[in-house]
Nanobody, 115 residues
């Protein structure tokens, strides 16, 4: 079982990034997906969630209107489109898959927003 994030990097304030989370080793289309982030010295926080079918999404207030979570079950991949990035969005971003008692974490990808 693997969740592999990609797409992180250094971006200027106001810029955009798209994170990807490629899944393997389990039935991706059955799992709800979430993106979390963790900044230095802070607890991991939920950023966005999407249901297994993609029909339901939810966002933290801090990212509403700027971030969009999506998924492509044919490609076993979840995405997080991040626009209008702010320095306070700097963190390691993790994808998380869960289905009843089964859950998996990715290794994380660093996002740094700085001029």
């Amino acid at each position: 079982v693997q969740l592999v994030e990609s797409g992180g990097g250094l971006v200027q304030p106001g810029g955009s990034l798209r994170l990807s989370c490629k899944a393997s080793g389990f039935t991706f289309s059955s799992y709800n997906m979430k993106w979390y982030r963790q900044a230095p010295g802070l607890e991991r926080e939920l950023v966005a969630a999407i249901s297994s079918s993609g029909g339901f999404t939810n966002y933290a207030d801090s990212v509403k209107g700027r971030f969009t979570i999506s998924r492509d079950n044919a490609k076993n991949t979840a995405y997080l489109q991040m626009n209008s990035l702010k320095p306070e969005d700097t963190a390691v971003y993790y994808c998380y898959a869960h289905y009843y008692t089964y859950d998996y974490w990715g290794q994380g990808t660093q996002v740094t927003v700085s001029s």
